[in-house]
T-cell receptor, first 113, second 116 residues
């Protein structure tokens, strides 16, 4: 157990639907990062939150949004889902920056049918 | 634009031999590099890192080498063990640039298989 909890582990949904992925960071970590891993791809940075505020944005689609709550857990909302959104979505947390690397959760596998 | 590339999708080595995983980057702002290991159904786990002020960092069986002029880094595993079989990702960050805020850019990964 890495200390970063992601739920659900698996999600199957239809095109056009909306889903919410949840992440609880490791205790003491203020930064939360979301990454997407599609088939045969590396991890693509989506967005980062630090202590409740958006800090950096990557190649995140407009159909996707995220937020970090006062208790520091984060949610990634994916709407108007398309087949191409099928991927592994990882959440990671860190105290600050990446000097010692992140701690990743085990991911949520999203399948859009 | 793939700023971090791992050109070998897979690597197969015999137990006890050396495994060498390679990674190239294009962004000259990158100044901190990391390797992650990933087993199936798990998230990536941090393995070893190196700052651009160094050209080598060692941790047990794992050594990372950085060649800044060539924009190339490699991970050496000696001796390789069957338990090392996993996907290895290299990642890079522009820390001193002040705007990365910890964002990591990952390569596509290399599947390492260590045969007994």
């Amino acid at each position: 157990d890495s200390g970063v909890t992601q739920t659900p582990k698996h999600l199957i949904t239809a095109t056009g639907q909306r889903v919410t992925l949840r992440c609880s960071p490791r205790s003491g970590d203020l930064s939360v990062y979301w990454y997407q891993q599609s088939l045969d791809q590396g991890l693509q940075f989506l967005i980062q939150y630090y202590n409740g505020e958006e800090r950096a944005k990557g190649n995140i689609l407009e159909r996707f949004s995220a937020q970090q709550f006062p208790d520091l857990h984060s949610e990634l909302n994916l709407s108007s889902l398309e087949l191409g959104d099928s991927a592994l979505y990882f959440c990671a947390s860190s105290v600050e920056g990446a000097m010692d690397g992140y701690t990743f959760g085990s991911g949520t596998r999203l399948t859009v049918v | 634009d793939q700023q971090v590339k791992q050109n070998s999708p897979s690597l197969s080595v015999q137990e006890g031999r050396i495994s060498i995983l390679n990674c190239d980057y294009t962004n000259s702002m990158f100044d901190y590099f990391l390797w992650y290991k990933k087993y199936p159904a798990e998230g990536p786990t941090f393995l070893i890192s190196i700052s651009s002020i160094k050209d080598k960092n060692e941790d047990g069986r794992f050594t990372v080498f950085l060649n800044k002029s060539a924009k190339h880094l490699s991970l050496h595993i000696v001796p390789s063990q069957p338990g090392d079989s996993a996907v290895y990702f290299c990642a890079a960050s522009a820390v001193r640039g002040g705007t990365s805020y910890g964002k990591l850019t990952f390569g596509q990964g290399t599947i390492l298989t260590v045969h007994p």
